[in-house]
């Protein structure tokens, strides 16, 4: 009987993992393993990342859709032919007109957005780790990112 009861209880799943991600507890009378804080703290930004990105594709899938469904209704991109919006300030004024280029582009600029800001999230989740090696990979990573972004757009 004590060892069903055992059995009960020598598998538990984290509340936030969701039913794949098992977790075996420590033995009995060991001592809570040290850094339980921290790896909470840690998982918790992994899944807040993971959401995030989920998140972040499917707002600019819908964004992208609400655009492509205002070009076929309309017929036209708002812009004319050969035209395209290129900077902010362009998707921003044609989306106070709710040309549907400029709506397409913000969708497209959001999904480009998304993994950028899953490699600045990185940079934190691996401060909080006080991984030093991972936190200067990723702020090179970022840099890289960032300066592809301005030569881009220096380069026209």
């Avoid at 799943?13 to 909470?40: I, M, N, R």
């Amino acid at each position: 009987m004590e060892e069903k009861e055992n059995n009960k209880t020598a598998n538990w799943t984290h509340p936030l993992a969701g039913p794949a991600a098992t977790v075996l507890p420590p033995p009995e009378g060991s001592p809570p393993p040290s850094g339980e804080a921290d790896s909470t703290r840690i998982f918790n930004m992994e899944i807040f990342i993971s959401k995030s990105l989920r998140w972040g594709v499917l707002i600019s899938a819908a964004v992208i859709i609400v655009g492509f469904g205002l070009l076929l209704a309309t017929g036209r991109s708002g812009y004319p032919e050969g035209v395209f919006p290129t900077g902010l300030s362009d998707v921003i004024a044609g989306l106070a007109a709710l040309k549907p280029f400029a709506v397409i582009a913000l969708g497209l600029a959001l999904l480009i957005a998304t993994p950028v800001f899953r490699v600045g999230s990185s940079i934190i989740a691996f401060a909080l780790e006080g991984d030093r090696l991972y936190v200067g990979i990723t702020v090179f990573v970022f840099a890289v990112l960032m300066l592809s972004f301005f030569l881009g757009k220096a380069g026209g």
